[in-house]
Nanobody, 124 residues
Framework: QVQLVESGGGLVQAGGSLRLSCAAS????????MGWFRQAPGKEREFVAA????????AYADSVKGRFTVSRDNAKNTVYLQMNSLKPEDTAIYYC?????????????????WGQGTQVTVSS
Protein backbone atom coordinates (compact mmCIF):
# COMPACT_ATOMS: atom_id res chain seq x y z
CA GLN A 1 0.00 0.00 0.00
CA VAL A 2 1.40 3.37 -1.02
CA GLN A 3 1.33 6.06 1.62
CA LEU A 4 2.02 9.75 1.14
CA VAL A 5 2.27 12.04 4.13
CA GLU A 6 2.54 15.81 3.71
CA SER A 7 3.89 18.21 6.29
CA GLY A 8 5.15 21.76 6.55
CA GLY A 9 1.99 23.77 6.02
CA GLY A 10 1.06 26.73 8.19
CA LEU A 11 0.25 30.41 8.36
CA VAL A 12 2.63 32.89 6.75
CA GLN A 13 2.50 36.54 5.74
CA ALA A 14 2.50 37.57 2.11
CA GLY A 15 6.03 37.58 0.76
CA GLY A 16 7.10 34.83 3.12
CA SER A 17 8.23 31.27 2.47
CA LEU A 18 7.27 27.74 3.41
CA ARG A 19 8.67 24.33 2.53
CA LEU A 20 6.31 21.42 2.21
CA SER A 21 7.48 17.82 2.49
CA CYS A 22 5.92 14.62 1.21
CA ALA A 23 7.21 11.38 2.67
CA ALA A 24 6.45 8.38 0.47
CA SER A 25 6.41 4.75 1.55
CA UNK A 26 5.09 1.40 0.48
CA UNK A 27 7.07 0.68 -2.66
CA UNK A 28 10.08 1.67 -4.71
CA UNK A 29 9.43 5.05 -6.26
CA UNK A 30 12.24 5.04 -8.80
CA UNK A 31 9.73 4.78 -11.65
CA UNK A 32 7.16 7.19 -10.25
CA UNK A 33 6.34 10.80 -10.97
CA MET A 34 5.41 12.93 -7.96
CA GLY A 35 3.05 15.86 -8.14
CA TRP A 36 1.84 18.72 -5.96
CA PHE A 37 -1.71 19.98 -6.28
CA ARG A 38 -3.73 22.50 -4.32
CA GLN A 39 -7.37 23.17 -3.64
CA ALA A 40 -8.75 26.46 -2.43
CA PRO A 41 -12.23 26.75 -0.90
CA GLY A 42 -14.90 26.56 -3.58
CA LYS A 43 -12.40 25.76 -6.31
CA GLU A 44 -11.27 22.63 -8.09
CA ARG A 45 -8.02 20.93 -7.24
CA GLU A 46 -5.32 22.32 -9.52
CA PHE A 47 -1.86 21.31 -10.59
CA VAL A 48 1.08 23.08 -8.96
CA ALA A 49 4.26 21.17 -9.80
CA ALA A 50 5.64 17.73 -10.64
CA UNK A 51 8.98 15.94 -10.67
CA UNK A 52 10.22 12.55 -11.82
CA UNK A 53 12.16 10.38 -9.40
CA UNK A 54 14.93 9.33 -11.75
CA UNK A 55 16.03 12.60 -13.31
CA UNK A 56 15.56 16.31 -12.88
CA UNK A 57 12.53 16.75 -15.11
CA UNK A 58 10.09 19.19 -13.54
CA ALA A 59 6.93 21.01 -14.50
CA TYR A 60 5.16 24.01 -12.93
CA ALA A 61 1.88 25.80 -13.20
CA ASP A 62 2.28 29.27 -14.69
CA SER A 63 0.92 30.82 -11.50
CA VAL A 64 3.84 29.51 -9.41
CA LYS A 65 6.69 29.44 -11.92
CA GLY A 66 9.69 31.34 -10.61
CA ARG A 67 8.39 31.29 -7.02
CA PHE A 68 8.01 27.57 -6.24
CA THR A 69 10.62 24.85 -6.61
CA VAL A 70 9.97 21.10 -6.49
CA SER A 71 12.78 18.73 -5.54
CA ARG A 72 13.28 15.23 -4.17
CA ASP A 73 15.60 13.28 -1.93
CA ASN A 74 15.73 9.72 -3.22
CA ALA A 75 17.49 8.38 -0.14
CA LYS A 76 14.65 9.64 2.07
CA ASN A 77 11.83 8.90 -0.39
CA THR A 78 10.75 12.49 0.14
CA VAL A 79 9.61 15.21 -2.22
CA TYR A 80 9.69 18.89 -1.32
CA LEU A 81 7.92 22.02 -2.48
CA GLN A 82 9.79 25.20 -1.63
CA MET A 83 7.39 28.12 -1.82
CA ASN A 84 8.79 31.65 -1.90
CA SER A 85 7.18 35.05 -2.37
CA LEU A 86 3.88 33.67 -1.22
CA LYS A 87 0.68 35.49 -2.09
CA PRO A 88 -2.76 35.38 -0.48
CA GLU A 89 -4.03 33.59 -3.59
CA ASP A 90 -1.68 30.70 -2.76
CA THR A 91 -3.88 29.89 0.23
CA ALA A 92 -5.16 26.32 -0.19
CA ILE A 93 -4.83 22.77 0.98
CA TYR A 94 -1.75 21.32 -0.72
CA TYR A 95 -1.73 17.67 -1.73
CA CYS A 96 1.09 15.36 -2.71
CA UNK A 97 0.32 12.75 -5.37
CA UNK A 98 2.11 9.88 -7.13
CA UNK A 99 1.69 8.22 -10.49
CA UNK A 100 3.49 5.26 -12.03
CA UNK A 101 5.70 6.17 -14.93
CA UNK A 102 8.28 8.78 -15.82
CA UNK A 103 6.11 11.18 -17.78
CA UNK A 104 5.19 14.50 -16.22
CA UNK A 105 1.44 14.98 -16.07
CA UNK A 106 -0.69 17.93 -14.93
CA UNK A 107 -4.07 16.26 -14.69
CA UNK A 108 -5.18 15.06 -11.27
CA UNK A 109 -6.99 12.13 -12.91
CA UNK A 110 -3.66 10.69 -13.94
CA UNK A 111 -2.34 10.34 -10.40
CA UNK A 112 -3.00 7.13 -8.53
CA UNK A 113 -2.09 7.92 -4.92
CA TRP A 114 -2.78 10.95 -2.75
CA GLY A 115 -1.78 12.27 0.63
CA GLN A 116 -4.17 13.76 3.15
CA GLY A 117 -3.16 17.35 2.42
CA THR A 118 -1.62 20.18 4.43
CA GLN A 119 -3.12 23.64 4.88
CA VAL A 120 -1.22 26.69 3.68
CA THR A 121 -2.63 30.09 4.62
CA VAL A 122 -1.07 33.31 3.38
CA SER A 123 -2.23 36.50 5.09
CA SER A 124 -2.15 39.88 3.38
Amino acid sequence: QVQLVESGGGLVQAGGSLRLSCAASGRTFSSYTMGWFRQAPGKEREFVAAITWTDDNTAYADSVKGRFTVSRDNAKNTVYLQMNSLKPEDTAIYYCAARSGALLRRSREQYDYWGQGTQVTVSS
